[in-house]
C-alpha cells in the first residue's frame, strides 16, 4: 500500500543556521531524484516546546517517517519515544534523546570529534598552555559528547589548563558577550576552542575589540564551506583549525527510502570527519566552490526545464484547439 503512493518525510530540525540550511537544501535535493516521496521540513528555533509541538503535528499528519533533530535530549526524549512507541520509523540525525527507542541514527561521532579537538589543542600549545572553552547548549548530546571527549584528551597533559567552560547556546552572540566579560575581567587565555565556528567567530570578535586577538589561537566546528563559512575562516587566519561536521543530508534522505522499502540498514550510521588548517584549507576552498557551483547550475538547470515544460505544454494545447477549430 505505501509504495504505490507518494510517502511524506517529516523533518523536526531543532535550529536555523548556515548549518541546518546546508542540511535542508541537501535532503530536497535528494527528494528530488525520487518522484515517490515529499519533504515537510519544520525548524524549531531552538525552542524544546515548539520542537515537541512540531513533532506532535507530524504525528497528527500521519507522516510515513520522521527526522529529528532533537534541540535537548532530556525534554524532547519522551515525545520522541512516543513517536517510535506509535509505530513510526524514527531517523535521529546529529543530536540523540537518552534512550535507544529510535530507529536509526545517523552522524559523526562527537566524542571522537572532541577527542581529535584535545589531540590538535594539545599539539598546538605543545602540551602546555591556557585554554577557555566553550560549549553549545547544555542539554544538547553533542555539547555533551566534545566537552567529554576532549577532556579525555587534554586530562593527559598536567600543564594544558582548561581554565573556563562556559555554556554559548551553540549561538554567536553569546560567545561573543560571555568572551568579551570574561576578557575584560582581564583573564588570559593561550587559545579558545569553541564547540562551533559561530561561536569561535562570537569569541574572535571580542578579542578583536580589545586588540589581543592575534595573541589567541581559535578553534572551532563545522568547517561549512563558502562565504563566513569555516574553511574560508581559516584561510583569512581567524581559526587557526576547524574541525569537518558533515550535514549528510543527501545519506539522510537515502536511509530513510532504505527504512520505507522495508531494505536492510544499519542503526548507526557514522559520518567522517577531519581537521581543516591552513595546510589544506586552500584545496578545500577550490574543491568545495566548484561543488557550489555545480549545484547553482543545476538549480538553474531546474527552473529553465520547468519553464520548456509549461512552454511545451502550451504549445500543445494551442495546437490542439487550432486543430480543433
Ligand atoms: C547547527 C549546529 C552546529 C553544530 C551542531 C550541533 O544547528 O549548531 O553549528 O555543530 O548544531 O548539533
Redesign the pocket.
Known amino acids: 500500500e505505501r509504495k504505490s503512493r507518494k510517502m511524506v518525510i517529516g523533518v523536526s530540525?531543532?535550529?536555523?543556521?548556515a548549518?541546518?540550511d546546508k542540511m535542508n537544501m541537501e535532503m530536497l535535493h535528494e527528494t528530488a531524484l525520487h518522484s515517490n516521496i515529499e519533504l515537510i521540513v519544520l525548524s524549531a528555533n531552538d525552542n524544546n516546546e515548539q520542537q515537541i509541538q512540531h513533532i506532535q503535528q507530524l504525528i497528527d499528519q500521519k507522516v510515513d517517517l520522521l527526522i529529528i533533530?532533537p534541540n535537548e535530549a532530556a525534554p524532547l526524549t519522551p515525545v520522541v519515544e512516543k513517536a517510535y512507541d506509535l509505530g513510526f520509523p524514527v531517523l535521529l540525525v546529529?543530536?540523540k534523546i537518552l534512550s535507544d527507542r529510535y530507529t536509526a541514527f545517523i552522524g559523526a561521532d562527537?566524542y571522537a570529534i572532541g577527542q581529535e579537538v584535545g589531540t590538535y589543542v594539545s599539539t598546538v600549545l605543545g602540551r602546555a598552555g591556557t585554554v577557555l572553552e566553550i560549549k553549545?547548549?547544555e542539554g544538547?548530546?553533542?555539547?555533551i559528547d566534545r566537552n567529554q571527549g576532549f577532556y579525555s584528551t587534554t586530562s593527559r597533559f598536567p600543564d594544558l589548563k582548561v581554565v573556563e567552560s562556559f555554556d554559548a547556546e551553540?549561538s554567536e552572540d553569546i560567545a561573543y558577550e560571555k568572551t568579551l566579560a570574561f576578557l575584560n575581567s582581564q583573564k588570559r587565555v593561550d587559545l579558545i576552542f569553541a564547540?562551533?565556528?559561530?561561536m569561535a567567530s562570537g569569541a574572535f570578535k571580542a578579542a578583536k575589540e580589545l586588540g589581543i586577538q592575534d595573541s589567541i589561537a581559535f578553534v572551532g566546528?563545522?568547517a561549512l564551506p563558502g562565504e563566513d563559512g569555516g574553511i574560508e575562516k581559516v584561510l583569512e587566519k581567524e581559526l587557526t583549525a576547524t574541525f569537518i561536521?558533515p550535514t549528510g543530508g543527501d545519506r539522510i534522505i537515502q536511509l530513510a527510502l532504505k527504512i520505507l522499502n522495508d531494505e536492510t540498514y544499519e542503526k548507526n550510521n557514522p559520518l567522517v570527519t577531519a581537521v581543516v588548517d591552513f595546510t589544506n584549507a586552500r584545496v578545500l576552498k577550490l574543491q568545495s566552490d566548484e561543488i557550489l557551483d555545480q549545484r547553482d547550475k543545476i538549480d538553474y538547470f531546474n527552473t529553465r526545464i520547468d519553464v520548456f515544460t509549461s512552454q511545451y505544454a502550451m504549445q500543445q494545447y494551442l495546437l490542439y484547439s487550432a486543430i480543433a477549430i
Open positions: 530540525q531543532c535550529s536555523d543556521d548549518w541546518r533533530s546529529d543530536r562527537n553549545g547548549l544538547s548530546t553533542p555539547a551553540w564547540h562551533n565556528d559561530r566546528i563545522d561536521y
